[in-house]
């Protein structure tokens, strides 16, 4: 079985500039080195806003630059990049307070190697996708994935069941790909974060 956003939604975070594709908006599209660097976070953000508020459309790569500047005033990374979930979501927060927007950020934590943990992220996962809305994914430890980047933020648009595991379908910007959660789980050596945005 699949759990999926829908097309429409896979449409709004799936560009095409220059006869090039992109899956989500693209960090080394920010102005400023620093962001080219560390703006994997509020690029991830970015996506999921798309996704959730009707009044952002990102059409040109300018609405998605403009999308993404303003969404780094908030989702902002500091030295080390956005390392904690926390800091990703009192972000996503801070922005929809400062824009009146009607939406939290709900997110989770997940222990790779504790099945608990990994029950948790799928019904995570399906609840999110019930919702038809994108999940963002920080990975500190990409373990055995090697498509996956560690310290780094994507968007996860489905979830596959296949015999018992899970196949996850990842926007990472110029680069879209398949995992198994359930190799990463077992496999990946630091917790990992997953964030969603809800209607309140």
Not at 35 to 50: D, E, F, H, K, Y
């Amino acid at each position: 079985m699949k759990y999926t956003i829908s097309q429409q939604q896979l449409d709004k975070i799936t560009f095409n500039f220059d006869d090039e594709v992109f899956y989500g908006v693209l960090q080394h599209w920010y102005p400023l080195f620093w962001q080219r660097l560390a703006g994997c976070g509020p690029a991830c953000a970015t996506n999921l806003l798309a996704c959730r508020d009707t009044n952002t459309n990102l059409v040109t790569k300018q609405d998605c630059i403009l999308a993404m500047r303003a969404m780094w005033k908030h989702v902002t990374p500091g030295l080390r990049g956005l390392n904690k979930v926390e800091k990703f979501a009192n972000g996503s927060n801070a922005f929809f307070d400062e824009h009146k927007l009607p939406y939290k950020c709900e997110y989770i934590t997940c222990n790779p190697k504790e099945e608990s943990s990994y029950d948790k992220m799928i019904q995570f996962f399906k609840t999110a996708f019930d919702d038809d809305q994108p999940v963002a994914f920080l990975n500190l430890s990409n373990g055995d994935i090697k498509e996956l980047e560690r310290w780094h933020w994507v968007t996860i648009v489905s979830i596959e069941q296949v015999d018992d595991d899970f196949v996850a379908t990842i926007f990472d910007s110029d680069f879209k790909f398949e995992m198994s959660l359930k190799t990463w789980h077992s496999t990946a050596t630091h917790p990992a974060g997953f964030a969603r945005y809800v209607k309140i």
